[in-house]
């Protein structure tokens, strides 16, 4: 069996799933597709958009700690005095009053500091936001491309049990007419049984693969488009992993937030000293009083008649002034949380060492990940020449007597495996490559559409749940 007859298989294969599922195949999505779904429903990067604009009106709050404060009051009176014993008439007076207060913070290290503090955790958040979405184009490619391996191992899968099936009904027309032994029969029917789980585990596999895409988009897709075969094998530039671990230490965007998360504990510091530090704040106050009504009367005070008159009032006050305020002792509670900060700065500063080294350790494996998948897959090219070599020397020994059916079906599934590998190998390398960009933040969507020029629209996968 040559690698024509292999090509034809798989072919064959595809083209009779496609012709039973074509009622209920939609038009293949693309990556960009996806992506562009997933940028749209993606519950991960909508929360993380969610954070950052809640982190903006934080902002905002800490901002107006530093700004005036206008407060406008009023208030409506209605004081009834009436003495029973005294028989006196009762005297009602009716008012109105009217206040402005604004304060301004002159001086207050707290609030200014509180406010530094909310910019960085800003920044932070639009950091982290960049990351999300430098994270979902890596999710999406590893879903779509783990479709096509499941996909890729289903057609092997399939094109390995229709081989042995024909093989099993060779190997029974030759014990049929005296030629081989009953065992080889055997052999070839426990190739096929096993063949026939194998196929079913990798249509399981496959219908996973189209579940965790769902899971991004929230969209529910049957079958999806394959990548070119000559799609093509770039080394790494600059070809040095040092190069590579400099530029994530300068650009990647989770390390960078780390880094304000840092800063933000150092300006927490700063918030809970001022806590010893004064007060000033500028204020003025205006203030209206209305009384309108004006009334007399004899009330009786302790036995003793007392004439009381009530005039007409309309007062207005206007104060202003500056406050000072020093704390002098709190029961030690400012100086606790000083410390408790400093040890925060610590811990802070600790984690973002750690955060620089596991990256360094990550961006330099992902740059010998991407140098070993070039590597393997010219190694891979090679073992699809040399298994297809090897089975058709196999199958014409199997002819002459000198070799097995076992023989004969351990070399057809070294082929399928050849095959198979040679496909992993080179979704290996593109997703291997998108995370060493990811992890340098050279990441972008434009990597995307990259990647969708050397996808084959007019050539699918095959639909879930066949």
């Given at each position: 069996m040559d690698s024509k007859n292999i090509k034809a298989q798989l072919a064959s294969v595809l083209l009779a799933c496609g012709l039973l599922s074509i009622a209920s195949i939609t038009q293949a999505e693309t990556l960009s597709d996806i992506y562009n779904s997933a940028l749209d429903n993606d519950p991960e990067i909508r929360a993380a958009g969610a954070v950052l604009k809640g982190q903006k009106e934080v902002t905002r709050q800490a901002l107006g700690g530093l700004l005036p404060q206008i407060g406008f009051s009023v208030s409506s009176t209605h004081t009834n005095f009436e003495n029973k014993a005294?028989?006196?008439?009762?005297?009602?007076?009716?008012?109105?009053?009217?206040?402005?207060?604004?304060?301004q913070p002159l001086f207050n290290a707290s609030t200014w500091f509180s406010y530094k503090q909310a910019q960085t955790i800003d920044y932070k958040?639009?950091?982290?936001?960049?990351?999300?979405?430098?994270?979902?184009?890596?999710?999406v490619a590893v879903s779509y491309f783990q479709i096509l391996r499941a996909n890729?191992?289903?057609l092997a899968a399939q094109a390995e049990e229709a081989a042995i099936k024909r093989q099993l009904e060779q190997t029974k027309q030759r014990f049929d007419v005296g030629l081989i032994a009953i065992t080889d029969v055997h052999e070839a029917q426990a190739a096929f049984d096993l063949s026939q789980v194998g196929r079913i585990r990798t249509q399981n596999q496959l219908d996973i693969a189209y579940e965790a895409i769902q899971a991004i988009t929230g969209q529910q897709y049957s079958s999806i488009s394959t990548v070119k075969p000559d799609y093509p094998i770039n080394k790494p530039q600059p070809a040095d992993p040092q190069a590579w671990a400099d530029n994530a230490l300068a650009g990647n965007f989770v390390l960078r937030g780390i880094e304000q998360a840092v800063e933000a504990a150092r300006q927490n510091i700063k918030i809970k000293k001022s806590g010893h530090l004064p007060v000033v704040t500028l204020f003025g106050q205006y203030q209206a009083d209305d009384n309108d009504d004006?009334?007399?009367?004899v009330i009786n005070f302790g036995g003793t008649p007392t004439a009381v008159s009530f005039?007409?009032?309309?007062?207005?006050?206007?104060?202003?002034?500056?406050?000072?305020?020093?704390?002098?002792?709190?029961?030690?509670?400012?100086?606790?949380?000083?410390?408790?900060?400093?040890?925060q700065l610590t811990e802070a500063q600790e984690n973002y060492t750690l955060a620089q080294r596991k990256l360094v350790q990550q961006t330099r494996s992902l740059y010998s990940l991407v140098v070993t998948d070039i590597l393997r897959i010219k190694a891979r090219k090679q073992a699809i020449v040399s298994t297809e070599s090897a089975l058709k020397a196999t199958e014409v020994g199997y002819d002459v007597g000198t070799r097995n059916i076992v023989d004969v079906l351990q070399s057809q599934r070294a082929v399928y495996r050849a095959s198979r590998d040679y496909d992993n190998a080179r979704y290996d390398y593109v997703i291997h490559m998108l995370q060493l960009k990811q992890a340098t933040?050279?990441?972008?969507?434009?990597?995307?559409?990259?990647?969708n020029q050397w996808i084959d629209p007019a050539k699918n996968t095959q639909s879930k749940g066949i």
């Amino acid at each position: 069996m040559d690698s024509k007859n292999i090509k034809a298989q798989l072919a064959s294969v595809l083209l009779a799933c496609g012709l039973l599922s074509i009622a209920s195949i939609t038009q293949a999505e693309t990556l960009s597709d996806i992506y562009n779904s997933a940028l749209d429903n993606d519950p991960e990067i909508r929360a993380a958009g969610a954070v950052l604009k809640g982190q903006k009106e934080v902002t905002r709050q800490a901002l107006g700690g530093l700004l005036p404060q206008i407060g406008f009051s009023v208030s409506s009176t209605h004081t009834n005095f009436e003495n029973k014993a005294s028989n006196s008439a009762p005297v009602t007076i009716m008012g109105t009053s009217y206040g402005l207060d604004l304060a301004q913070p002159l001086f207050n290290a707290s609030t200014w500091f509180s406010y530094k503090q909310a910019q960085t955790i800003d920044y932070k958040a639009e950091l982290d936001f960049s990351a999300a979405q430098q994270d979902l184009i890596v999710r999406v490619a590893v879903s779509y491309f783990q479709i096509l391996r499941a996909n890729d191992a289903l057609l092997a899968a399939q094109a390995e049990e229709a081989a042995i099936k024909r093989q099993l009904e060779q190997t029974k027309q030759r014990f049929d007419v005296g030629l081989i032994a009953i065992t080889d029969v055997h052999e070839a029917q426990a190739a096929f049984d096993l063949s026939q789980v194998g196929r079913i585990r990798t249509q399981n596999q496959l219908d996973i693969a189209y579940e965790a895409i769902q899971a991004i988009t929230g969209q529910q897709y049957s079958s999806i488009s394959t990548v070119k075969p000559d799609y093509p094998i770039n080394k790494p530039q600059p070809a040095d992993p040092q190069a590579w671990a400099d530029n994530a230490l300068a650009g990647n965007f989770v390390l960078r937030g780390i880094e304000q998360a840092v800063e933000a504990a150092r300006q927490n510091i700063k918030i809970k000293k001022s806590g010893h530090l004064p007060v000033v704040t500028l204020f003025g106050q205006y203030q209206a009083d209305d009384n309108d009504d004006a009334s007399s009367s004899v009330i009786n005070f302790g036995g003793t008649p007392t004439a009381v008159s009530f005039a007409p009032t309309d007062q207005v006050s206007k104060t202003a002034g500056i406050s000072l305020t020093l704390p002098i002792y709190s029961g030690g509670i400012t100086y606790a949380a000083s410390k408790q900060a400093t040890h925060q700065l610590t811990e802070a500063q600790e984690n973002y060492t750690l955060a620089q080294r596991k990256l360094v350790q990550q961006t330099r494996s992902l740059y010998s990940l991407v140098v070993t998948d070039i590597l393997r897959i010219k190694a891979r090219k090679q073992a699809i020449v040399s298994t297809e070599s090897a089975l058709k020397a196999t199958e014409v020994g199997y002819d002459v007597g000198t070799r097995n059916i076992v023989d004969v079906l351990q070399s057809q599934r070294a082929v399928y495996r050849a095959s198979r590998d040679y496909d992993n190998a080179r979704y290996d390398y593109v997703i291997h490559m998108l995370q060493l960009k990811q992890a340098t933040g050279q990441i972008s969507p434009e990597d995307i559409i990259n990647i969708n020029q050397w996808i084959d629209p007019a050539k699918n996968t095959q639909s879930k749940g066949i």
